[in-house]
């Protein structure tokens, strides 16, 4: 399907309900405006008129334009990558063109092909794998499928036969850049693959056993003439693997399934009906509980003109036009959440119409979610409704404080709406200090104690910042540098972070992590981004 093929399409429908043939409409998605017209087409299908043998078969990747009545009335089915890297390698040996013994034996160097085939339908297994296992696997999920597997493999066999060496530079080009890369729009994402690549894309895997990977089960196994000599193999190969064949800590086990969970009953919730018990007074009851609570519990909005006399636009203090700025975003959130609350209340007691908008705020009240309405005014986060309401009162307060008694020693990181507004203000002091363009200093970092309450005073330049949490590692106090996670624990609270402001010549000679930095376990915002850059900045 696709532009102008929707006449096509319903002439072969008729004639197929004629003549009792099956009819196939493939790439349904790529037709949404030809959607309606498939509905009435399908709904006017009636026994009578149409010879018992016709079938008509829709496939389409997932799509919001996709008639729900189709969806109810057929028989579905789904087409997905299997789970784990044994069903996943198997999946593989069973595709077009390495199932052809014709692609598969008739390589001009057969031993050097064959290994990296087994190699790149390992990546293939791990790149599907990991996304699975949410934003520790990707920042964003992508739909690589056997498509890239497939035009991948065709290359492969392309460059062995016609090159004297393996151009192992083009080949992870290819994949990293072009097949699989051209799906990835993520910087750590584009990152993380090149990586995998490497591991097995290099010299050392035309040697005897070759391990892409440290744990030892799996290897690229001795040259076959058929696939079957693979197949064998991979057959050997353990049903569930250790997160170690992906490159991550054993607590990606834990966090995959606290995503396998939370996905179950936020479809479970989707399930529930319009009634509830509530005490006696059913869903409206104790939806119109929370509202009064929450509305009880929300604080005035800041009264900015007096926040800007207090702290007025200083050229040598950006930090005061940050409060202010971060005053106004609050604000902004504040009048959405209190106004959907107070015409909600009203709704409930039968004051306004319930509308469609207020309908959705209802029930995301009711199921404990954070309505759609306030997430497009607010901060990253993905908590219930209940802690988010807590976490916006602390960080109303830091502000609140920090109008009060002045700017503080040490910065709650993630209680700011906007943190590069933060981190950029703290660079501009620095560069107005010592009178030099913003775009040649940056920063250098130092971890500093555990507790933000020992410093009280803040530094001559640069901030403290606490609040931050290390996901995929720990910080070790005695070596004073990153280390592996310990077992079962997820997430280690972040030490005090000295951002020391300066230009490139002052920067320490260290060893560094190139490491993500997040606003929230859900990295794929743009706003989740929390600058400074892992690369510092040239002059």
């Not at 390589?107 to 990296?116: D, I, N």
């Not at 010299?203 to 079957?228: C, N």
């Not at 507790?451 to 403290?464: C, L």
Request: net charge negative; with cysteine.
């Amino acid at each position: 399907m696709g532009q102008g093929q929707g006449p096509k399409a319903g002439a072969i429908i008729a004639d197929a309900m004629r003549d009792g043939t099956w009819a196939l409409l493939q790439n349904c998605h790529l037709a949404a405006s030809w959607m309606p017209t498939l509905e009435k087409i399908a709904e006017g299908i009636k026994p009578d008129g149409t010879d018992p043998d016709f079938r008509l078969w829709l496939t389409s990747m997932p799509s919001p334009h996709f008639p729900v009545t189709i969806l109810q009335n057929g028989i579905k089915m789904t087409n997905e990558p299997p789970a784990g890297v044994r069903a996943n390698l198997k999946r593989s040996y069973l595709l077009d063109p390495i199932s052809d013994p014709q692609f598969f034996g008739n390589s001009s160097k057969p031993k050097t092909f064959k290994a990296l085939l087994f190699g790149l339908c390992f990546v293939h297994a791990v790149v599907q794998v990991r996304r699975k296992i949410g934003p520790i696997g990707w920042n964003i999920p992508y739909g690589f499928d056997d498509g890239d597997l497939r035009i991948s493999v065709r290359q492969l066999r392309m460059y062995v036969d016609e090159n004297d060496e393996v151009p192992f530079a083009a080949l992870k080009y290819a994949i990293g850049e072009c097949n699989y890369g051209g799906r990835v729009t993520d910087d750590k994402d584009r990152r993380l693959l090149n990586t995998i690549l490497d591991c097995v894309y290099c010299p050392d895997v035309l040697t005897e056993r070759f391990m892409p990977q440290a744990s030892g089960t799996y290897y690229i196994p001795e040259e076959g003439d058929a696939t079957q000599h693979y197949i064998d193999y991979i057959n050997t190969l353990p049903i569930l693997p250790m997160p170690e064949v992906f490159g991550l800590h054993e607590n990606a086990d834990i966090a995959k399934d606290q995503r396998s969970t939370q996905l179950m009953f936020e479809t479970l919730l989707l399930t529930g009906g319009s009634e509830g018990g509530g005490g006696g007074g059913g869903e409206e009851s104790l939806v119109d509980g929370l509202v009064k609570d929450i509305l009880a519990r929300m604080p005035p909005n800041f009264y900015i003109e007096k926040a800007q006399l207090k702290y007025p636009v200083l050229y040598e203090e950006s930090m005061n036009q940050v409060l202010c700025q971060e005053m106004l975003r609050y604000n902004r959130l504040l009048t959405i959440i209190r106004s959907s609350l107070v015409n909600l209340e009203k709704a409930i007691a039968g004051l306004q119409v319930m509308s469609g908008e207020l309908e959705k705020v209802f029930r995301s009240v009711a199921v404990g979610q954070v309505p759609e309405l306030w997430k497009g005014k607010s901060f990253p986060s993905l908590k219930p409704l209940g802690s988010y309401v807590d976490d916006l009162i602390a960080r109303l307060r830091m502000l609140e404080d920090w109008y009060e008694h002045g700017q503080p020693s040490t910065f709650w990181l993630p209680g700011f709406f906007f943190t590069p507004s933060f981190t950029t203000a703290a660079l501009q002091n620095y560069a107005r200090h010592h009178k030099q363009p913003i775009d040649a200093v940056g920063y250098d970092f130092e971890m500093m104690g555990t507790d933000e309450k020992e410093y009280t005073e803040g530094p001559q330049e640069g901030v403290y910042v606490y609040g931050m949490f290390l996901d995929g590692c720990a910080w070790d106090k005695n070596a004073e540098q990153l280390c592996e996670s310990k077992p079962k624990v997820l997430y280690v609270p972040a030490p005090v972070i000295y951002l020391i402001t300066s230009s490139p010549s002052g920067w320490r000679t260290l060893t560094t992590s190139r490491t993500t930095r997040a606003r929230c376990t859900a990295r794929r915002s743009a706003r989740a981004s929390l600058p400074p850059p892992d690369t510092p900045p040239t002059s």
